[in-house]
């Protein structure tokens, strides 16, 4: 299955990155997984939609080429972080390349409820007209405490975490594939 993950972090040692990156490597048999960054994504402007940079193009036909879209989004001050709301208003304007698309949400947040909030949000927007996105449900990954659970090369040190990340991606590739 040919999965893009979109990442809600454009710094440069982000963890939700290195989340996704880990998830890429970890499960390379079984998921074909592109990590897009937001890094270069313009600012949406209701002007310009139709005549959108080259930059919105390639971001969107990558999410239109793919099966599926893994989340991954950090929580700033209690909710989804502007670059990735940014990048839904993209997706959700002219060709709507998300709906009918299925999706799972991710997030790794250094406080201990590790992005509940923005998670809970960001499923709300999903559901919105324009991207009307299936969500697999009952597989929440919120990784708290973020800090202490990645080694210096960008591993899940964590074996809970990492035992549950197994799990999660079996059932969310067993699930997304009824929707392809
Ligand atoms: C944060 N952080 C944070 N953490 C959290 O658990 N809840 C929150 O509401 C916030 N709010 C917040 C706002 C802003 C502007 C920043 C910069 C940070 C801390 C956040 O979890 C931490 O910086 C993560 O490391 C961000 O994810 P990346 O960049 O490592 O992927």
Request: charged fraction near 25%.
């Amino acid at each position: 299955m040919k999965v893009v993950a979109i990442v809600g972090s454009i710094r440069k040692e982000s963890y939700n990155m290195q989340l996704a990156q880990f998830i890429q490597k970890r499960y390379t048999e079984k998921l074909d997984l592109e990590v897009l960054s937001l890094k270069d994504l313009p600012m949406y402007n209701q002007d310009i939609e139709n005549e959108a940079p080259q930059e919105v193009l390639d971001f969107k036909a990558k999410v239109k080429a793919a099966d599926a879209v893994l989340w991954v989004t950090p929580e700033y001050n209690g909710t989804v972080p502007g670059v990735m709301v940014n990048a839904i208003d993209w997706l959700s304007r002219v060709d709507k390349v998300m709906i009918g698309k299925p999706s799972i949400i991710m997030g790794a947040s250094m406080g201990n409820l590790g992005t509940v909030k923005a998670q809970l949000h960001l499923r709300d927007i999903l559901f919105s007209p324009g991207i009307n996105s299936p969500l697999l449900s009952g597989n929440d990954v919120y990784i708290g405490a973020v800090h202490t659970k990645f080694d210096a090369e960008g591993n899940l040190t964590d074996e809970g975490t990492v035992k549950f990340l197994d799990v999660v991606i079996d059932n969310f590739l067993n699930w997304a594939k009824k929707y392809i």
